[in-house]
């Protein structure tokens, strides 16, 4: 099997798998326990968390685990609303953010809060102007994606960073989870005040993940309950995931130094390819993330190609993977002025460092013959 969904989620690392079953095995104590088996589950996150906030230039205090993703990004975004909300009411996001920020916005607004959604241009990125244009009095917190999950186009999250930096009072999070390992992101630099990673994109185990929060910042606690992780995110930690995470960034940092040209290699043949099939239009940028190329194939679904390609042993998606059994054109496509047509014959191909330049010629070739296959079939049906 070719496994070409990496931003769906990652085959978790060999290692990880190890670290995760020997934490479970001989850790499964509880962090919070007054024993002193408790308290080597606790020892265990504690090194966990060092290890994390040194590989991403933090503070230790200033991580905050998670569930995943989602949780983080709720966390972020609800916690900052219901904290702050005597400062002001708006929210400014994007147009082309996870379902995990778009829904708790929507929630948001039902509560009285007040959300601008900026649009994108043709390639998927924000303008820095629209950004300044959008603040009032009343902002509170800027959210915006790192690396878009469906096309790979990246946020220009340094000028964002330094405009926000003249805004004291508002606060800027950054969904980092598609971009963590990928495109490197100075927290410090580029004043970022939250940051949410999580672990199964970078090859770690699903149902784990962090929040960045700088020590400046409060958030009101969103899941409440025994206090764990400095009252602000409150359940049993899941040592075994959080010490697998540690393990799964530190190796896919390492990758990344490792195998970083080769993935944009990859990146650049299949772009080279693609755009040689008259058939086809590529809507992920050139200078998007390495590792997510979106196209259409014209005059046949999504959905098709990606079965017909799993028939050849090659595992693709539509859009990301919580919207693409709703069989409704992707929103990320239709913000950057894609016709609806267009945008449900999207097929995204996602990668890691695990991938080859040898499957990258496969998935061509497979590509090739499934498109005649079906063109065959069309043209009969005519
Ligand atoms: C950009 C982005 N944000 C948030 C999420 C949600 O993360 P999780 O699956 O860990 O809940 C995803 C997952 O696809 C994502 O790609």
Request: glycine letters at 8%; hydrophobic letters at 35%.
């Amino acid at each position: 099997m070719i496994y070409f969904d990496n931003s769906a989620t990652t085959k978790p690392y060999e290692e990880v798998l190890d670290t995760y079953l020997k934490v479970n095995r001989d850790f499964y104590g509880n962090a919070s326990s007054l024993h002193n088996f408790g308290g080597r589950a606790e020892g265990l996150i504690s090194k966990a968390r060092e290890q994390i906030a040194n590989l991403i230039g933090v503070k230790t205090s200033e991580i905050i685990f998670t569930s995943g993703g989602t949780e983080g990004n709720n966390l972020a975004i609800k916690g900052v609303a219901l904290k702050y909300r005597g400062r002001g009411n708006h929210i400014i996001t994007t147009s082309i953010e996870h379902p995990s920020v778009l829904e708790p916005c929507r929630q948001l607004e039902q509560m009285g809060f007040d959300v601008t959604y900026l649009p994108v241009n043709s390639e998927g990125i924000v303008s820095v102007d629209d950004v300044e244009a959008a603040l009032t009095e009343n902002t509170i917190l800027v959210s915006t994606i790192h690396v878009n999950n469906e096309i790979g186009s990246i946020q220009p999250i340094n000028e964002i960073g330094q405009l926000l930096s003249r805004y004291s009072k508002v606060i800027y999070h950054i969904d980092h989870i598609q971009g963590a390992g990928k495109i490197p992101l100075d927290l410090y630099g580029n004043s970022v005040d939250l940051c949410t990673f999580s672990a199964h994109k970078f090859h770690g185990l699903k149902g784990s993940g962090f929040l960045y929060k700088n020590q400046g910042v409060r958030l009101d606690p969103q899941v409440t309950g025994g206090n764990q992780e400095q009252k602000i995110r409150s359940g049993t930690e899941n040592t075994g995931g959080i010490v697998a995470m540690a393990k799964a960034l530190r190796m896919e940092l390492l990758a990344q130094k490792e195998k970083g040209n080769t993935l944009q290699q990859i990146s650049e043949f299949l772009f080279y390819e693609l755009m040689k099939l008259p058939q086809i239009i590529i809507h992920s940028p050139r200078n998007g993330a390495p590792h997510i190329v979106n196209f259409s194939v014209i005059g046949h679904k999504g959905e098709v190609i990606v079965h017909a390609l799993e028939e050849e042993g090659i595992i693709v998606s539509t859009t990301s993977a919580c919207s693409s059994k709703e069989n409704t054109p992707s929103s990320t496509l239709l913000a950057l002025g894609v016709n609806e047509d267009i945008a449900k014959s999207a097929v995204r191909v996602s990668l890691s460092y695990e991938n080859t330049m040898d499957e990258a010629q496969q998935f061509m070739k497979a590509l090739h013959e499934v498109l005649e296959r079906l063109n065959k079939v069309m043209r009969r049906k005519k």
